[in-house]
């Protein structure tokens, strides 16, 4: 959809994101590798679970009225390749999950949440989340649709997000692509949780998921920017189904 240099970020500038391309070119054998092994995934995936897929696209337009898939801009460091050079971009792309909420959902309600997140005002994350201080996502929200609901509980609304990591707009695992405002409100340190290929899964997901603070979220990207690997890939993968399950039963 379009550059970093329409965002108004905190990070990066032009110099920081060519030491970004700089530091990731020097592992283009690893990042090339993870490339391979997301398209190759994703293309399995989409293809094995289509009539699981077909089915949810039918419960969503029965349940409520609207499309059955979810639209949303986001932000994600990507690879270009142009002839023999390559450089990575911060883009603006469109995001794909299953709509888990009614149609036209005000998005104000999740941009007032994670604002006051970011900015630790307590009583305003209590307030939203009705007392129940230990979640950290809303899950309590009268916007959510009852097929939703269980999308939402089971991980299942993701699975459209296996075309963004087919197109490349995203990987299998790293961060989680942040919205546009949400990318906005970030200091320069929190920023550079974009320096990653975001991913479908990762440390956040299987080490904290909805009881994980915000703040820890991107500590936890942070951390798996600076130690991503093959081995930690394959091992997130293997942990995010135990962490869904978790999170069903804790449900």
Not at 41 to 49: E, M, P
Not at 99 to 105: E, G, L, P, T
Not at 167 to 194: C, F, N
Not at 225 to 231: A, K, N, V
Request: a positive charge.
């Amino acid at each position: 959809m379009g550059g970093y240099s329409n965002l108004h970020v905190a990070w990066p500038s032009p110099d920081e994101l060519q030491l970004v391309s700089q530091r990731n070119e020097e592992r283009r054998c690893y990042f090339a590798c993870k490339r391979m092994l997301d398209f190759s995934v994703a293309a399995i995936l989409l293809v094995a679970l289509s009539p699981l897929m077909l089915l949810i696209t039918i419960l969503v337009k029965l349940d409520s009225p609207g499309p059955a898939l979810f639209r949303q801009p986001r932000v994600g460091l990507k690879r270009m390749v142009k002839g023999k050079q390559a450089k990575w971009q911060l883009m603006v792309f469109n995001f794909y999950k299953f709509r888990s909420m009614v149609d036209r959902a005000d998005p104000k309600v999740h941009e007032k949440f994670t604002r006051a997140l970011l900015s630790k005002d307590q009583e305003t994350v209590e307030e939203m989340l009705g007392g129940k201080t230990r979640l950290k996502k809303l899950v309590q929200d009268d916007r959510i649709t009852r097929i939703g609901k269980i999308l939402r509980k089971s991980s299942l609304d993701e699975l459209p997000q296996l075309w963004n990591v087919l197109k490349g707009d995203m990987s299998l695992v790293g961060p989680r692509p942040p919205t546009i405002y949400e990318a906005e409100m970030y200091t320069w340190q929190q920023a550079q949780r974009m320096g990653a290929t975001p991913g479908m899964t990762g440390l956040w997901q299987v080490q904290g998921r909805n009881v994980a603070d915000y703040l820890e979220m991107i500590q936890l990207d942070l951390e798996y920017i600076q130690r991503q690997s093959f081995w930690l890939d394959f091992k997130i993968l293997a942990l995010t189904p135990i962490a869904v399950l978790k999170t069903r039963s804790a449900a």
